[in-house]
T-cell receptor, first 111, second 112 residues
């Protein structure tokens, strides 16, 4: 079956860099996405990796290694507004290309 | 403004009383989907639709129905709600072939 593992909680300091890891187990991997969700809000798209390597969007970067079934989201120059939950999601060919979601990582940022 | 809207945002109901949660998008997206979110479980897909009159079951379809008569609307129907359907529900849409999903604001449902 399919599964995604990510840490349940990560704590970091304002201005620092934090990495949120995601490992997945799927039969027909198609791509890895990251979404951000603030408390009480809706998930919003951050990034997508279809191929190995690093994708950069401003302070956020996402990395994928398909051979290791592993990816991460890197947040730089952390701001208090980055306090949120972050979800990795995999598009799986064996699930008719629907997204399979991780349980989410709650990022706590301290001043 | 491009958006996905859901109504109602909050609903408290009783077991067995049929309800409908509406979802509408103004981006002309072919694909729409319903998720439920429960603590510690992430998002689980209920139903999805690749286009008008085409719907498919997701991971947790039991107890739910959907319809897609028009491109913009994708209502979620609970014919006989039960307490285990108490959850936060999200509707989402995207263009077919694209990866970015756009989510509605969510509907918090409590079934007593």
């Amino acid at each position: 079956g399919q599964s995604l593992e990510q840490p349940s909680e990560v704590t970091a300091v304002e201005g620092a860099i934090v990495q949120i890891n995601c490992t997945y187990q799927t039969s027909g991997f198609y791509g890895l996405s990251w979404y951000q969700q603030h408390d009480g809000g809706a998930p919003t798209f951050l990034s997508y990796n279809g191929l190995d390597g690093l994708e950069e969007t401003g302070r956020f970067s996402s990395f994928l290694s398909r051979s290791d079934s592993y990816g991460y989201l890197l947040l730089q120059e952390l701001q208090m507004k980055d306090s949120a939950s972050y979800f990795c999601a995999v598009r799986d060919a064996d699930s008719n290309y629907q997204l399979i979601w991780g349980a989410g990582t709650k990022l706590i940022i301290k001043p | 403004e491009a958006q996905v809207t859901q109504n109602p945002r909050y609903l408290i109901t009783v077991t067995g009383k049929k309800l409908t949660v509406t979802c509408s998008q103004n981006m002309n997206h072919e694909y729409m989907s319903w998720y439920r979110q429960d603590p510690g479980l992430g998002l689980r897909q209920i139903y999805y639709s690749m286009n008008v009159e085409v719907t498919d079951k997701g991971d947790v379809p039991e107890g739910y129905k959907v319809s897609r008569k028009e491109k913009r609307n994708f209502p979620l129907i609970l014919e006989s709600p039960s307490p285990n359907q108490t959850s936060l529900y999200f509707c989402a849409s995207r263009e077919n072939g694209k990866d970015t999903q756009y989510f509605g604001p969510g509907t918090r449902l409590t079934v007593l």
